[in-house]
Nanobody, 126 residues
């Protein structure tokens, strides 16, 4: 499975960005998907996850109400819409895929994910 993240960039505080992650190589709808991020000098942390059907989502408290994860199984793509961005959202954002047989499954632990994208940089200026 190959994951290609895109959409990062430089934005002012209060602005918006939409990240995309295109998945190839396997049946996309068999995978729950997640977004993680890693800020300079910090460990990678969970941001958001979505079930393989797209019916269930889960967010880190730090982004709840500002970020929205979604997926388009016809396009093999998962998205992260980020609104009201803050300087503390600055990080490299990674998408990840978690193979599962459970339609409602959502994972927030890195160890549960099988495949990772290369990351895309998001920088929020104050």
């Amino acid at each position: 499975v190959q994951l290609q993240a895109s959409g990062g960039g430089l934005v002012q505080a209060g602005g918006s960005l939409r990240l995309s992650c295109a998945v190839s190589g396997r049946t996309f709808s068999n995978y729950a998907m997640g977004w993680f991020r890693q800020a300079p000098g910090k460990e990678r942390e969970f941001v958001a996850a979505i079930s393989k059907s797209g019916d269930y989502t889960y967010y880190a408290d730090s982004v709840k109400g500002r970020f929205t994860i979604s997926r388009d199984n016809a396009k093999n793509t998962v998205y992260l819409q980020m609104n009201s961005l803050k300087p503390e959202d600055t990080a490299v954002y990674y998408c990840a895929a978690d193979h599962t047989t459970y339609s409602r499954y959502i994972g927030e632990l890195e160890l549960s994910y099988d495949y990772w994208g290369q990351g895309t940089q998001v920088t929020v200026s104050s």
